[in-house]
């Protein structure tokens, strides 16, 4: 019995060390390496030099967006955690919904909600905040133009009562 506990807990840290693609070598991984290791991309877009760009987002739960850069020759160039405030600072009013996925990847489905009172879309990210605590991230979009209206963000223990849920544990760096 205890060899197949060892052998489960194996079997999944083994599934959870290509999470962050760890093990991938800028020049020498290809993009068979990386789909291998982190599976099949959520999104792919083409860059003008003939490169690619692979979201790997990682919610509901978790809270990272990994951006996978291949260059043109089709080996791995970097990744990029990109739900981090400097990527949400490009965000800016007028913005279509393929540049914000550009830029920050896609939203969890189910935390998509539109509101045909104020005719607005509303995506949201989970991600890990300056201080160490899981928050969200929402992208207003105008319902008629599918452009960025605004942003925001909250920490989760905001948005519960009493501030009740302190998850900075949630966040540990």
């Known amino acids: 019995m205890k060899a197949v506990v060892v052998l489960i ?6 599934g959870c060390a290509s999470y962050d693609g760890r093990g991938l070598t800028p020049g020498v991984s290809s993009t068979g390496d990386v789909i291998q290791l982190m599976g099949e991309p959520a999104l792919r877009w083409q860059e003008a030099d003939g490169g690619q760009v692979l979201a790997y987002p990682r919610g ?5 967006t990994y951006m996978v ?3 043109p020759k089709g080996y791995f160039a970097g990744l990029e955690n990109v739900l981090v405030p400097k990527h ?4 800016r009013e007028g913005m279509s919904q393929e540049e914000v996925l550009r830029v920050i990847g896609p939203p969890f489905p189910g935390w998509t909600q539109y509101f045909a ?3 607005e879309l509303v995506w949201e990210w989970r991600w890990c905040d300056d201080f160490s605590e899981p928050a ?3 992208v207003f979009f105008a319902g008629k133009s599918g452009r960025v ?4 963000s909250l920490a989760e223990r905001q948005s519960m009562p009493f501030g009740r849920g302190d998850r900075r544990d949630w966040c540990a760096r």
């Open 9 to 14: 807990c194996a079997l999944l840290i083994a």
């Open 60 to 64: 509901p739960a978790g809270v990272q």
């Open 69 to 71: 850069r291949i260059d």
């Open 117 to 119: 009172a104020r005719d």
């Open 149 to 152: 209206r605004t942003t925001a």
């Open 136 to 138: 969200r991230f929402n």
């Open 88 to 91: 949400f600072a490009r965000l």
